[in-house]
């Protein structure tokens, strides 16, 4: 597998952070990358991310959201999905650079979906387009999910419980 970068970006397009990962696939609608959480142990609230903890994280081409698949680092086991709504992102040569729009959608391993940073998301400086879009990625990452489409066709045929 060849290393890349993966950049956080915010709305402006600056630079947060960067991280190392290995493409795992790549290709015509996303590249899959596969990348160990550095960072310190994080509790969102909904969810324990700890050092070590494994992400499966699709970069779609055309998309308007990244997915990323947590896993425990240590027992394998499933802990949902993370993903951000973000501008399609930029590929370089062994980089991927994604413009974060503050709008997240965790989704459990049951299915259920929580939307996150609404307060954060409203007061970006964007366009109504944009707004409207990104919106729409929200609808279209939770109609995934309904549907069981991949990444999400781990989830139970019948397990998920109301939002």
Do not use: H
């Not at 915010?10 to 899959?32: F, H, K, N, P, T």
């Not at 494994?54 to 086991?77: L, M």
């Not at 400086?125 to 781990?154: C, G, I």
């Amino acid at each position: 597998m060849t290393a890349c970068t993966i950049i956080k970006r915010d709305a402006r397009g600056r630079d947060e952070l960067s991280y190392q990962g290995l493409v795992r696939e790549i290709c015509q609608a996303y590249v899959c990358i596969e990348a160990e959480f550095g960072f310190a142990d994080r509790d969102l609230g909904y969810v324990l991310l700890r050092r070590g903890d494994i992400f499966r994280e699709w970069f779609f081409r055309d998309r308007w959201f990244n997915i990323f698949r947590v896993a425990d680092g240590r027992n394998k086991q499933l802990k949902g999905w993370y993903c951000n709504i973000t501008r399609p992102p930029q590929f370089g040569p062994d980089w991927i650079a994604a413009d974060d729009l503050c709008l997240d959608v965790f989704v459990y391993p049951d299915g259920r979906t929580l939307v996150l940073d609404e307060e954060e998301f409203v007061t970006l400086d964007l366009s109504e387009k944009e707004r409207r879009t990104a919106r729409k990625a929200v609808q279209e990452v939770q109609e995934m999910v309904r549907s069981r489409l991949a990444p999400f066709d781990e989830i139970p045929a019948g397990k998920e419980k109301p939002n």
